[in-house]
């Protein structure tokens, strides 16, 4: 299993294309942990634990004038509109936004399911697919409305976001070579 230290070695790694911004001067201590794991009932393993109080919330973007964004209605293939990624937690900096909040997060899953997979905490740009987790199980969904579309991921958080650094890696490099094209 990856480390938040191989995590963020691997972050490193990005060129000046990429934007990474979060709660890291304010993320989330043991008692908001503690206080939100119980108002919810979700359970988080010992790795989610360490990413929200070493973290807090995470946005990891390629730049916008380097990928621009999609308007609202164009039509494009899907990974084009995956300019970055969205990791969702908790902070005790008052000046997170609340949509990056694990409770905001929770409530939009609601909207769509009785019972969600568990913790909404990822999210790829253009809504192509989300990941929960709960009692130590990350699974990934890709369509909100469909029970059954969900696989399970094999691997921590870290493993996780690793695996997503490389994903965004590797479609910046298509799209930038399509651009030269």
Do not use: C
């Not at 929200?52 to 973007?61: C, D, K, M, Q």
């Amino acid at each position: 299993m990856a480390t938040k230290e191989e995590f963020w070695e691997r972050k490193k790694k990005l060129n000046n294309d990429f934007f990474v911004m979060g709660s890291l001067a304010n993320p989330a201590n043991e008692e908001q942990i503690t206080k939100y794991e119980e108002s919810t009932g979700f359970i988080f393993s010992e790795d989610i634990k360490d990413f929200l109080t070493t973290f807090g919330s995470l946005i990891f973007e390629v730049e916008e004038e380097i990928w621009k964004r999609p308007s609202e209605f164009d039509v494009l293939p899907a990974w084009k509109f995956g300019y970055g990624f969205f990791v969702y937690g908790l902070s005790q900096d008052e000046e997170m936004p609340s949509w990056m909040n694990f409770a905001e997060k929770h409530a939009e899953a609601l909207e769509y399911k009785e019972k969600p997979l568990g913790q909404l905490f990822f999210k790829r740009s253009g809504n192509l697919y989300r990941a929960y987790t709960d009692n130590g199980i990350i699974k990934i969904e890709y369509d909100k409305y469909d029970e059954k579309d969900y696989e399970v991921f094999d691997g921590n958080i870290y493993d996780f976001l690793i695996k997503e650094i490389d994903k965004l890696e590797e479609d910046y490099k298509e799209y930038i070579n399509e651009g030269k094209s």
